[in-house]
C-alpha cells in the first residue's frame, strides 16, 4: 500500500485544515485507517483512527470535539477535518494503515510521508 498524505500548511489559530490520505496499491476498506502527529522535539503520537468495516472513530483527548476521521472508500482516500486549530497542534501529520485496531503506531504496517500543519497564534 502507497499512502499520500496531502492539505497541512500555514493557518492561524483557530481556523481549520482537511488533511487527505489517498491510497493505491490496496482498497483502504480492508484496512483500519490512522493518523498521529510528530511535533517537533517529541515523540509520535496518536491523533485519530477509524474501524475498517463498521467505521468507528476514536480520537486522542488532545483533539477530541475539534478533528474529525472520515474515509471515502470509493475515493480509497481517508481524511482528517481538523478545526479550532490550537499552535500546539503544529506537527508533520502522517496517515497510516494496519489490520490492528490500536492507537500505538508500532501496529500499524504502511506510512503516508507525512504532511506539516503550522498553526500560528
Known amino acids: 500500500v502507497q499512502l499520500q498524505a496531502s492539505g497541512g500548511g500555514l493557518v492561524q489559530a483557530g481556523g481549520s485544515l482537511r488533511l487527505s490520505c489517498a491510497a493505491s496499491?490496496?482498497?483502504?476498506?480492508?484496512?483500519?485507517m490512522g493518523w498521529f502527529r510528530q511535533a517537533p522535539g517529541k515523540e509520535r503520537e496518536f491523533v485519530a483512527l477509524i474501524i475498517r468495516s463498521m467505521g468507528i472513530t476514536n480520537y486522542a483527548d488532545s483533539v477530541k470535539g475539534r478533528f474529525t476521521i472520515s474515509r471515502d472508500n470509493a475515493k480509497n482516500t481517508v481524511y482528517l477535518q481538523m478545526n479550532s486549530l490550537k499552535p500546539e497542534d503544529t506537527a508533520v501529520y502522517y496517515c497510516?494503515?494496519?489490520?490492528?485496531?490500536?492507537?500505538?503506531?508500532?501496529?500499524?504496517?504502511?506510512w503516508g510521508q507525512g504532511t506539516l500543519v503550522t498553526v500560528s497564534s
Open positions: 497510516a494503515v494496519g489490520v490492528r485496531v490500536s492507537v500505538s503506531g508500532r501496529d500499524y504496517d504502511y
Open positions: 496499491g490496496r482498497t483502504l476498506s480492508s484496512y483500519n
